[in-house]
T-cell receptor, first 113, second 112 residues
Framework: DSGVTQTPKHLITATGQRVTLRCSPR?????VYWYQQSLDQGLQFLIQ???????AKGNILERFSAQQFPDLHSELNLSSLELGDSALYFC????????????FGPGTRLTVT | QKEVEQDPGPLSVPEGAIVSLNCTYS??????FMWYRQYSRKGPELLMY????GNKEDGRFTAQVDKSSKYISLFIRDSQPSDSATYLC????????????FGTGTKLQVIP
């Protein structure tokens, strides 16, 4: 158990809908990262937050947004969902200044029908 | 060309064998090199990280980095069926807020 929690574990929704994925980092970690993993794309970095502020952005679609709250938990919002958004979404956290030491949560499996 | 190349496998070895997993990369700015293990549909688990060139050992696992060749390796000694998983290499530069670049993973099967 990495100490990173994610909810929900599974999510099934229809195209065009909006969902919110939630992540709680390990105790003491200030950085949160979001990743998307699909079968044909591998692990793709979406976005990083540090202590509430966005710090780095990857290949995140405009339909996706995220934020990190004062209690350090983070939410990833996915809107206008398409079939291609079906994937595993992972959250990771790391101590301050150590992006090379990321601890991943169990993931949320999103299925868009 | 991808920044990080990793043979997807699958790699099948008998129990007790020494396993060698490898990645090549093109970005000379990478300074930290990590290995993650991912069981099917689970979150990746950090095995170890190395800074710059050299070797690092942790139990049955040894990570090796050759920056001159832009080549990294993970060796697993006395492989066990429980080592069957996908192994992801990952890399990042130093300084500032940079994103980690992951390899696509090598699937390993250790046969009892």
């Amino acid at each position: 158990d990495s100490g990173v929690t994610q909810t929900p574990k599974h999510l099934i929704t229809a195209t065009g809908q909006r969902v919110t994925l939630r992540c709680s980092p390990r105790s003491g970690d200030l950085s949160v990262y979001w990743y998307q993993q699909s079968l044909d794309q591998g692990l793709q970095f979406l976005i990083q937050y540090y202590n509430g502020e966005e710090r780095a952005k990857g290949n995140i679609l405009e339909r996706f947004s995220a934020q990190q709250f004062p209690d350090l938990h983070s939410e990833l919002n996915l809107s206008s969902l398409e079939l291609g958004d079906s994937a595993l979404y992972f959250c990771a956290s790391s101590p301050a200044g150590t992006s090379y030491e990321q601890y991943f949560g169990p993931g949320t499996r999103l299925t868009v029908t | 060309q991808k920044e990080v190349e990793q043979d997807p496998g699958p790699l099948s070895v008998p129990e007790g064998a020494i396993v060698s997993l490898n990645c090549t990369y093109s970005n000379s700015a990478f300074q930290y090199f990590m290995w993650y293990r991912q069981y099917s549909r689970k979150g990746p688990e950090l095995l170890m990280y190395t800074y710059s060139s050299g070797n690092k050992e942790d139990g049955r696992f040894t990570a090796q980095v050759d920056k001159s060749s832009k080549y990294i390796s993970l060796f697993i000694r006395d492989s066990q069926p429980s080592d069957s998983a996908t192994y992801l290499c990952a890399m990042i530069g130093s300084g500032g807020y940079q994103k980690v670049t992951f390899g696509t993973g090598t699937k390993l099967q250790v046969i009892p």
